[in-house]
């Protein structure tokens, strides 16, 4: 079984081209987050120059951003309902939810 076809039936993915979109996906939002950091830290500090608690502050407050980011283009790419349910399922997990399904 190859690593597609793992991810395709961990995921309940129904093609490897559904699997392909949203591991595009995943990159699109990661990328767009690389290219967002340089001008955050660039208005938020004085030369650049990053302390301990800017990143603090930074690596908490970019999860929402980095969830809304990702349902934006999963949105453009045609996975919502996948990336909706995969924030739902993140969720549970962060606050220990139990699982209702």
Same mark, same amino acid.
């Given at each position: 079984?190859?690593?597609?076809?793992?991810? !395709?039936?961990?995921?309940?993915?129904?093609?490897? &081209? !559904?699997?392909?979109?949203?591991?595009?996906?995943?990159?699109?939002?990661?990328?767009?987050?690389? &290219?967002?950091?340089?001008?955050?830290?660039?208005?938020?500090?004085?030369?650049?120059?990053?302390?301990?608690?800017?990143?603090?502050?930074?690596?908490?407050?970019?999860?929402?951003?980095?969830?809304?980011?990702?349902?934006?283009?999963?949105?453009?790419?045609? !996975?919502?309902?996948?990336?909706?349910? &995969?924030?739902?399922?993140?969720?549970?997990?962060?606050?220990?939810?139990?699982?209702?399904?």
């Amino acid at each position: 079984m190859s690593w597609l076809d793992r991810l !395709q039936a961990r995921w309940n993915l129904k093609s490897s &081209f !559904q699997v392909f979109i949203v591991l595009i996906v995943f990159a699109c939002t990661g990328f767009t987050v690389l &290219f967002l950091k340089r001008p955050v830290v660039s208005f938020f500090t004085a030369d650049g120059e990053q302390n301990i608690w800017f990143s603090l502050a930074y690596y908490i407050l970019i999860l929402p951003i980095y969830n809304l980011i990702l349902l934006f283009y999963g949105f453009v790419f045609g !996975q919502f309902r996948f990336f909706w349910a &995969f924030e739902k399922r993140m969720f549970r997990r962060l606050t220990g939810k139990k699982d209702n399904a």
